[in-house]
T-cell receptor, first 115, second 114 residues
Framework: KAGVTQTPRYLIKTRGQQVTLSCSPI?????VSWYQQTPGQGLQFLFE???????NKGNFPGRFSGRQFSNSRSEMNVSTLELGDSALYLC??????????????FGPGTRLTVT | GNSVTQMEGPVTLSEEAFLTINCTYT??????LFWYVQYPGEGLQLLLK?????DKGSNKGFEATYRKETTSFHLEKGSVQVSDSAVYFC?????????????FGKGITLSVRP
């Protein structure tokens, strides 16, 4: 069974631009979560989608948004990029949504560098 | 709110040494607890988990016991290998919630030398 895939793996953008990252969950998984990983702040929760609905959102500005499609694939968008948005963005999928009940499987991440 | 505190790193050990990585948590509810591992250039992999007090999670020689009285979930391994070199994250997720949000500790880098 294929794992969680994220595209692209690496991305370089300029301040002020916008970016879209994509995540394809494991087949049959309906929940997709996004995390930002930086050396200073560690791993921080961005948002979670289940059956095309946002279930939970972390403490990030409105420049960060996401969506989920009917095939469970998810995208996240960051508009008006800032230098501080440079990070590894991780996507995780699980069969369902519910703390501790479903194991989350992580993708390899997209490394975003903002210059 | 929920939080996870891990011991400061990095940690460097010789092969076959005993490993302990401390983790304590603060939660409003009754969480599930996890250890994740991240190898260089990869995403996170679930190493082990425990969902209730006194549960012991184990995998690949690693163990951790859910201690409600001390709000801890320390990771241990009796004999580390070079291949265990990675970053280790302690995390929690609330049971019974309608979402899967994980709250992570800062992570600790383990280096094992031959």
């Amino acid at each position: 069974k294929a794992g969680v895939t994220q595209t692209p793996r690496y991305l370089i953008k300029t301040r002020g631009q916008q970016v879209t990252l994509s995540c394809s969950p494991i087949s049959g998984h309906r929940s997709v979560s996004w995390y930002q990983q930086t050396p200073g702040q560690g791993l921080q929760f961005l948002f979670e989608y289940f059956s095309e609905t946002q279930r939970n959102k972390g403490n990030f500005p409105g420049r960060f948004s996401g969506r989920q499609f009917s095939n469970s694939r998810s995208e996240m968008n960051v508009s008006t990029l800032e230098l501080g948005d440079s990070a590894l963005y991780l996507c995780a999928s699980s069969l369902g949504a519910g703390g501790g009940s479903y194991e989350q499987y992580f993708g390899p991440g997209t490394r975003l560098t903002v210059t | 709110g929920n939080s996870v505190t891990q011991m400061e790193g990095p940690v460097t050990l010789s092969e076959e040494a005993f490993l302990t990585i401390n983790c304590t948590y603060t939660a409003t509810g009754y969480p599930s607890l996890f250890w994740y591992v991240q190898y260089p250039g990869e995403g996170l992999q679930l190493l082990l988990k425990a969902t209730k007090a006194d549960d012991k999670g184990s995998n690949k020689g690693f163990e951790a016991t859910y201690r409600k009285e001390t709000t801890s979930f320390h990771l241990e391994k009796g004999s580390v290998q070079v291949s265990d070199s990675a970053v280790y994250f302690c995390a929690l997720s609330e049971i019974g919630g309608a979402n899967s949000k994980l709250t992570f500790g800062k992570g600790i880098t383990l280096s094992v030398r031959p």
